[in-house]
């Protein structure tokens, strides 16, 4: 039942987001445990742009994705493959002073995942948190394109244990509408 809540919260949250999508994002990547992840992303641009002077501004966007991870099945009881929905505020602070813009990101989500064990990761729960940092850049005449690299930690935060927790390193590709 708990379960279910979680998941009903999670697809509340993504629904509006892919409404007011402004932006679509690709990445692939690798994780600890041989873990293979592909992601897809809808991408929701604040409207906000804080300036903290000339050549620095703090904004941000909300992303809902769908993810595949695929492991090394270990025992007969882990899966070797999980799909993961996460939705996600996700800050980033830009560097104004180029044609090309170059940026830290940071964010702290939501994740469910469609099954608790992948190759020797045992995550004891659907509901994962998802934190991620990255550096990335803004590319084209309208600042369109967005390349970027990020590492991600899924974890539960210690809500049930074992909470083995997996790390992810991704390379992203987006473009905004």
């Given at each position: ?132 940092a990255g550096?990335?850049i803004h ?39």
């Open positions: 039942m708990f379960i279910s809540k979680i998941l009903c919260l999670l697809v509340l949250a993504i629904l509006p987001i892919q409404l007011m999508a402004t932006g679509i994002s690709i990445g692939i990547g690798k994780g600890n445990a041989n873990i293979t992840a592909v992601r897809v992303s809808s991408l929701s641009d604040w409207q906000k742009n804080w300036r903290f002077s000339p050549l620095w501004s703090l904004t941000g966007f909300w992303e809902a994705s769908l993810s595949n991870w695929k492991g090394n099945k270990a025992t007969h009881h882990s899966n070797d493959t999980i799909t993961l929905l996460a939705v996600a505020p996700v800050f980033t602070l830009q560097y104004q002073g180029l044609p090309s813009r170059p940026y830290l990101q940071t964010g702290i989500g939501a994740s469910w995942l469609s099954d608790t064990e992948i190759g020797r990761k045992e995550l004891s729960t659907h509901f994962q948190f998802e934190d991620r550096i990335g590319l084209g005449p309208q600042q369109t394109w967005d390349l970027n690299l990020t590492a991600f930690h899924y974890s539960n935060g210690s809500i049930q244990r074992p909470n083995d927790g997996v790390n992810l390193v991704l390379l992203n590709l987006a473009y905004r509408f």
